[in-house]
């Protein structure tokens, strides 16, 4: 099967060139131009980037992945119509015996075949997170231990990618150790942390911020913070939630040329309310607010994200960002955080087809799923 006449970026070079895909068995065998064949897809006049991975999503659709019990088969489907192609499940701040819950149903849904985005880890945005910059979630007043993420670890059986831990909290510097021993990329947020807390964590093997400036200490011209350390150290990679509510347009900006597309993971955060519309919800038998596609609780405060990271990319298109770098922030970076950048994350010779076909407005024209086109 062949894609032929796109606009294709390369993932050798990160250039655009119109040329020809041959996929077969899944995956990208071959870069040319070849003869026309039946079940070939045209993308005439078509720009084809690689499909986008979402690391810090809670769920779409009515579907809740911090469930205990519960299908993600819709969710799947949903989220490959909006481009994404890949995804890590994740879990709210919960008690102990509930996100290991939630992670064997994870591992569950993950061994099921299905259509759409690829469940390929869990993320963890928590527990072991500050009382004081929960936001709208309800941690447990838990110590921060590692044998507790020890058992996250090896309850999600390989799974488990990414887990968000205040560097203020007791016992961090181990709890960091035991979590990266156990291959999980530790990410800092929720946090009321000072510069050197966070830089100890940081020089610990932390390497990633949990959506950057949200539910972190403000940052101050005479002490930065979690925030000076996060975007000032290289070795740090800063998700971004690009809806235009969590950052107005000028912050997120300022975080791109801070840290360049190298250094940003674009993620959606949204909850199960995402593709669902406005209205009222309950998540975990607390009232939401969806309204003009912004989620809040009774009180005011922003609850999460109700938008797909389509959305967030064409914001950032809207900023003048090359779509070559949006697709960095997009796909290549979330597949490093998850791992699975050996097989997908670039379009190039042996990586899943996993592929976008939009627009030069990234209106999506098709998506392919290891060379599958999905259904619309």
């Given at each position: 099967m062949q894609i032929r006449n796109g606009i294709v970026l390369n993932g050798s070079n990160n250039r655009f060139e119109r040329i020809d895909l041959r996929i077969e068995n899944g995956k990208i065998y071959q870069f040319g131009v070849f003869p026309v064949d039946a079940g070939d897809y045209d993308a005439e006049g078509y720009y084809i980037i690689p499909g986008f991975i979402d690391t810090h999503i809670h769920g779409c659709v009515g579907v809740e992945f911090a469930s205990e019990d519960e299908s993600f088969d819709r969710a799947r489907r949903w989220l490959a119509s909006e481009g994404v192609t890949s995804f890590a499940a994740t879990v709210r701040a919960l008690p102990p015996e509930r996100v290991l819950a939630a992670e064997r149903n994870i591992v569950r849904e993950s061994q099921k075949k299905s259509n759409g985005a690829k469940l390929c880890g869990i993320n963890l945005e928590g527990p072991f997170v500050s009382l004081s910059k929960s936001g709208v979630m309800n941690p447990p007043d838990i110590e921060c231990n590692p044998s507790d993420a020890v058992k996250f670890a090896e309850e999600a059986k390989g799974l488990l990618k990414i887990m968000t831990l205040a560097p203020e909290r007791e016992n961090a510097t181990e709890t960091i150790l035991a979590a990266l021993k156990n291959g999980v990329n530790i990410s800092l947020g929720h946090s009321e942390a000072t510069y050197s807390e966070a830089m100890a964590a940081i020089d610990c093997g932390a390497s990633r911020a949990t959506h950057v400036f949200n539910a972190m200490r403000s940052f101050s011209h005479r002490e930065t913070g979690i925030l000076g350390a996060v975007l000032n150290d290289e070795r740090v990679n800063c998700e971004m939630i690009c809806d235009f509510?969590?950052?107005?347009?000028?912050?997120?900006?300022?975080?791109?040329?801070?840290?360049?597309?190298?250094?940003?993971?674009?993620?959606?955060?949204?909850?199960?309310?995402?593709?669902?519309?406005?209205?009222?919800?309950?998540?975990?038998?607390?009232?939401?607010?969806?309204?003009?596609?912004?989620?809040?609780?009774?009180?005011?405060?922003?609850?999460?994200?109700?938008?797909?990271?389509?959305?967030?990319?064409?914001?950032?298109?809207?900023?003048?960002?090359?779509?070559?770098?949006?697709?960095?922030?997009?796909?290549?970076?979330?597949?490093?955080?998850?791992?699975?950048?050996?097989?997908?994350?670039l379009i190039r010779e042996g990586k899943y087809a996993d592929l976008i076909v939009c627009d030069k407005n990234l209106n999506i024209k098709a998506v392919f799923v290891n060379g599958v086109l999905q259904d619309e």
């Open positions: 509510v969590h950052l107005d347009p000028t912050t997120v900006m300022l975080v791109y040329k801070l840290k360049g597309a190298k250094n940003i993971t674009l993620v959606s955060d949204t909850g199960f309310m995402s593709g669902l519309g406005d209205g009222e919800y309950v998540v975990d038998g607390r009232k939401r607010i969806v309204q003009n596609g912004v989620c809040r609780n009774p009180e005011g405060r922003i609850a999460g994200s109700c938008v797909s990271m389509l959305a967030g990319a064409r914001n950032l298109l809207s900023l003048g960002i090359p779509l070559e770098e949006i697709s960095v922030m997009a796909s290549l970076n979330p597949a490093r955080a998850l791992g699975i950048d050996v097989e997908t994350g």
